[in-house]
Nanobody, 122 residues
Framework: VQLQASGGGLVQAGGSLRLSCAASGDIFSINNMEWYRQAPGKQRDLVALIGKNHGTNYADSVKGRFTISRDNAKGMVYLQMNSLKPEDTGVYYC?????????????????WGQGTQVTVSS
């Protein structure tokens, strides 16, 4: 199972970006899908999470500005980022908890995307 993130870039403060993440592989089901952010010199923090039934949760710092969504049929997760601030700068990673079927059994796994850089200038 692989995740491929895209959509990062350089934007001025107040601008918007939309990140996308595509899951591929022989996946039976995807449960939670998440976006994380890692600022320079800091740990990787959870930004937003969306469950299989589209329930969402956000870090306090992005509530009201970011929206996470997913397309289960396509294996995609998105992060719409509005009113961007310089402190939103970092590498954004997608992650997913999945189930695969192998030899008559179901196995759980977790995959990470490669990261996409978001830079917000002041």
């Amino acid at each position: 199972v692989q995740l491929q993130a895209s959509g990062g870039g350089l934007v001025q403060a107040g601008g918007s970006l939309r990140l996308s993440c595509a899951a591929s592989g022989d996946i039976f089901s995807i449960n939670n899908m998440e976006w994380y952010r890692q600022a320079p010199g800091k740990q990787r923090d959870l930004v937003a999470l969306i469950g299989k039934n589209h329930g969402t949760n956000y870090a306090d710092s992005v509530k009201g500005r970011f929206t996470i969504s997913r397309d289960n049929a396509k294996g995609m997760v998105y992060l719409q980022m509005n009113s961007l601030k310089p402190e939103d700068t970092g590498v954004y990673y997608c992650a997913a908890d999945y189930i695969i079927s192998q030899d008559g059994a179901y196995n759980l796994g977790r995959a990470w995307g490669q990261g996409t850089q978001v830079t917000v200038s002041s």
